[in-house]
């Protein structure tokens, strides 16, 4: 089975014409997917500690995860991060990531702020980047955060949340208050790359965000994502 071909986009670019994923298609990468954030989950028990990550003489990381993860999950990332030179921070007071996106983003700059971290290169997944971005906007006050990249974030909201049984994962609903606030903030989003796949299990309509830089994947599901190599080559590409 063949996945299609899908040109990577810059921001304002027009991108040639998506082939649809056959119903077939999405189902498997469906199933892959739970499987990668089943397996992940196991492993965010092993032994490495974020200690590990923090030597580097190129610009700071800090990572951000999505809802229900830990840390662990952005470890591909990390680890492609960390061995191109990077320090990569972690926020371990963010535990599985449920309380509001405004709360997180807080805890967010205040970690910058107690490290004395600049030119910082936030890395987030899902929610994480919304936390990023709400951070950008409306805490950063003292330049910390020189940019983002963002896999798999719902900017526009996700038509699954309105289903979800619990709020906060109802408050990735497009109409969400704070989801729509940010929705209006659009001079930062120069300063963020988003990638994603052509198939998001949780993102039906997709992670584009109008002005920034759009990276489109040939890759299905919302998890599995960040261990695909083509999303490890589209983040070292933006830190450079």
Do not use: C
């Amino acid at each position: 089975m063949s996945e299609p071909t899908i040109p990577t986009t810059r921001a304002g670019a027009a991108g040639r014409s998506v082939p649809p994923v056959r119903l077939s298609t999405r189902a498997v990468w469906a199933a892959r997917d739970w499987a990668y954030a089943v397996r992940w989950q196991v492993q965010s028990l092993g032994p490495t500690t974020a200690e590990d990550y923090l030597d580097g003489d190129r610009p700071p990381v800090v990572v951000v995860p999505g809802v229900y993860e830990t840390w662990h999950f952005m470890r591909p990332l990390m680890d492609a991060l960390h061995d191109h030179g990077h320090p990569v921070h972690v926020l371990p007071v963010l535990r599985h990531n449920v309380r509001p996106v405004p709360t997180s983003a807080d805890e967010v700059v205040r970690y910058l702020e107690e490290h004395d971290l600049r030119d910082v290169l936030i890395v987030a997944h899902s929610k994480g980047g919304l936390i990023g971005k709400y951070a950008m906007t409306s805490l950063d006050a003292g330049h910390r955060i020189d940019r983002m990249v963002a896999v798999s974030t719902p900017f526009g909201g996700s038509s699954l949340a309105r289903l979800a049984p619990v709020p906060h994962l109802r408050a990735f609903r497009a109409a969400d208050p704070v989801l729509r606030a940010m929705g209006q903030e659009r001079e930062v989003n120069a300063r963020i790359t988003s990638v994603y796949g052509v198939f998001d299990t949780l993102i039906p309509e997709g992670s584009e965000l109008a002005g920034a830089t759009n990276v489109r994947l040939p890759v299905g599901g919302h998890f599995r994502i960040l261990a695909d190599p083509r999303t490890r080559d589209a983040v070292l590409a933006a830190t450079d």
